[in-house]
């Protein structure tokens, strides 16, 4: 099993900078994608980032160019610097795991863009 805990959520202002982290542990398999999504309230969980175990990574565009999404293999764990957030970008946070056919997900974490 795999689980999966995501931290450094939290409120910032428009402008402001944020980086998620999402740490992997259990019996991890050799793993193709770890990702970011969101949901915002009244909104379907959306994508954000995807980094590929090649070493490439995909962005939504309303992110590209202000978030970077990181993984460190050896610690099993992902990275999302946010930076120059925007009120559009609030939602809760979930990080995701794909090894072959299964997924797993985190509980996710908060992010508030408010001023």
């Known amino acids: 099993q795999v689980q999966l805990v995501e931290s450094g959520g939290g409120l910032v202002q428009p402008g402001e900078s944020l980086k998620l982290s999402c740490a992997a542990s259990?019996?991890?398999?050799?793993?193709?994608?770890m990702a970011w999504y969101r949901q915002a309230p009244g909104q379907q969980r959306e994508l954000v980032a995807a980094?590929?175990?090649?070493?490439?990574?995909d962005y939504h565009d309303s992110v590209k160019g202000r978030f970077t999404i990181s993984r460190d293999n050896a610690k099993h764990t992902i990275y999302l610097q946010m930076t120059s957030l925007k009120p559009e970008d609030t939602a809760v946070y979930y990080c995701?795991?794909?090894?072959?056919?299964?997924?797993?997900w985190g509980r996710g974490t908060q992010v508030t863009v408010s001023s």
């Open positions: 980094a590929f175990s090649g070493g490439s990574a």
């Open positions: 259990g019996t991890i398999p050799n793993f193709t994608v």
């Open positions: 995701k795991l794909t090894a072959g056919a299964a997924n797993f």
